[in-house]
Nanobody
């Protein structure tokens, strides 16, 4: 399985970014997708996850109400819309897939995309 993230960059506080995660080589026709992030000198943090078909989503407390996860199963691509960005959102963002939403983080990972929130 190969996961390729894109869409990261530099944005001012209060701004928005949309991350994408393109999946290929999937061994199952159904899967869950999620996002994690890791800031310098901090542990990796769960951001959001979505089930196959998008019927269920979960979010980390620090991003609830600001970030939205979605998935286009026909394109095997997931998205993370990030609004009202804060400097503390600065991190490398990683995409992950798993057999189901409960086990997200236990399967495949992407290489990450840098998000920097700064004025």
């Amino acid at each position: 399985v190969q996961l390729v993230e894109s869409g990261g960059g530099l944005v001012q506080p209060g701004g928005s970014l949309r991350l994408s995660c393109a999946a290929s080589g999937l061994t199952s026709s159904t899967y869950a997708m999620g996002w994690f992030r890791q800031a310098p000198r901090k542990d990796r943090e769960f951001v959001a996850a979505i089930s196959w078909g998008g019927s269920r989503t979960i979010y980390g407390d620090s991003v609830k109400g600001r970030f939205t996860i979605s998935i286009d199963n026909a394109k095997n691509t997931g998205y993370l819309q990030m609004n009202s960005l804060k400097p503390e959102d600065t991190a490398i963002y990683y995409c992950a897939t798993a057999a189901n939403i409960a086990t997200i983080g236990s399967g495949s990972w992407g290489q990450g995309t840098q998000v920097t929130v700064s004025s």
